[in-house]
C-alpha cells in the first residue's frame, strides 16, 4: 500500500509541470464591423492542439468551462 501511494505521489509531481500551461493576456479591441472584444486570457500558443483550454480533457482555469473540441 505504501509503495502504491508513494508511485502515485511520484507520478503527480512528474506530470503538474506539464499540465500546467502558462497563461497569455490578449487586450480589448474592436473588430472592424464596430464590435467589442473585452480583454481575456488564453492559453499560450505552440504548436500542438491537445494543451488548449477548449480541447477535450481541458479545464479553464479561469472560467472552470471544460474543454470540448475533439483533437
Do not use: E, Q
Request: proline share 6%; net charge positive; glycine share 8%.
Amino acid at each position: 500500500m505504501l509503495k502504491t501511494v508513494a508511485t502515485l505521489a511520484m507520478l503527480v509531481a512528474l506530470c503538474a509541470p506539464l499540465a500546467a500551461s502558462a497563461a497569455v493576456h490578449v487586450h480589448g479591441y474592436t473588430r472592424k464591423n464596430g464590435t467589442h472584444v473585452p480583454s481575456h486570457y488564453r492559453s499560450d500558443p505552440n504548436a500542438t492542439r491537445r494543451d488548449n483550454w477548449t480541447t477535450r480533457g481541458n479545464i479553464n482555469p479561469f472560467t472552470g468551462a471544460i474543454g470540448h473540441r475533439a483533437i
